[in-house]
């Protein structure tokens, strides 16, 4: 079955940091762009970041913009979150996903696919 696998979520302070991987099982993320997004209790989905094939190319959303970095490794078959300055309404399950257009037009969840588990990120004091 073809699936990302997310981790490296936990529970971390207000400001803190945390750094979310995302691999993939029965494929490899080296030929997609990817896409990282998040989801928290009684709120819809919403995209948080993407970045292109080749790594070159990148996005935010709005309320993550300067706190959070997307990198990729591909030679590890790895996309990474770096997320910094982390803030109680950051609390969600992070999920990442294929984007098959290749665009990272996160507006477009539907154009995702392969979503993992999620990993649960949780910022509280």
């Known amino acids: 079955q073809l699936q990302l696998v997310e981790s490296g979520g936990g529970l971390v302070q207000p400001g803190g940091s945390l750094r979310l991987s995302c691999a993939a099982s029965g494929f490899t993320l080296d030929g997609y762009a990817i896409g990282w997004f998040r989801q928290a209790p009684g709120k819809e989905r919403e995209g948080v970041s993407c970045i292109s094939r080749g790594g070159g190319v990148t996005n935010y959303a709005d309320p993550v913009k300067g706190r959070f970095t997307i990198s990729r490794d591909n030679a590890k078959k790895l996309v990474y979150l770096q997320m910094n300055s982390l803030k109680p309404e950051d609390t969600a399950t992070y999920y990442c996903?294929?984007?098959?257009?290749?665009?990272?037009?996160?507006?477009?969840?539907?154009?995702?696919?392969?979503w993992g588990q999620g990993t649960q990120v949780t910022v509280s004091s």
């Open positions: 996903a294929v984007d098959m257009t290749a665009m990272c037009r996160l507006e477009y969840q539907y154009r995702f696919r392969y």
